[in-house]
């Protein structure tokens, strides 16, 4: 069964960082697309960024453009999220997610397994 579980999340002042990791178990990380998707209530859960298998190639938001980094690292079975610059509308509940295929997609249903998430909280 696969897992996957975020962490590092936690509240911060606008103009901080955060860096949220992803930990994967039960499966073969390398082989699937991750992202990571937001949630702020009352919200849909929107994508955040993407990454395909390899890393080489990656998808961003417009809203997080030029301040998040999406990263993986097979080896470690992990995926982070570099998060910079953060502003109160970047409060959300962030939740890491994986697909069976090495094709990153940009829509939750894109996605077969989840995390629980973890809240990120941004304050003015």
């Known amino acids: 069964q696969v897992q996957l579980v975020e962490s590092g999340g936690g509240s911060v002042q606008a103009g901080g960082s955060l860096r949220l990791s992803c930990a994967a178990s039960g499966r073969t990380f390398s082989t699937d697309a991750m992202g990571w998707f937001r949630q702020a209530p009352g919200k849909e859960r929107d994508v955040v960024a993407a990454?395909?298998?390899?890393?080489?190639?990656?998808y961003y938001a417009d809203s997080v453009k030029g301040r998040f980094t999406i990263s993986r690292d097979n080896a470690k079975n992990t995926m982070y999220l570099q998060m910079n610059s953060l502003q109160p509308e970047d409060t959300a509940v962030y939740y890491c997610?994986?697909?069976?295929?090495?094709?990153?997609?940009?829509?939750?249903?894109?996605?077969?397994?989840w995390g629980q998430g973890t809240q990120v909280t941004v304050s003015s």
């Open positions: 997610a994986g697909r069976k295929s090495p094709i990153l997609a940009v829509i939750p249903y894109g996605y077969d397994y």
């Open positions: 990454i395909k298998w390899s890393g080489s190639n990656t």
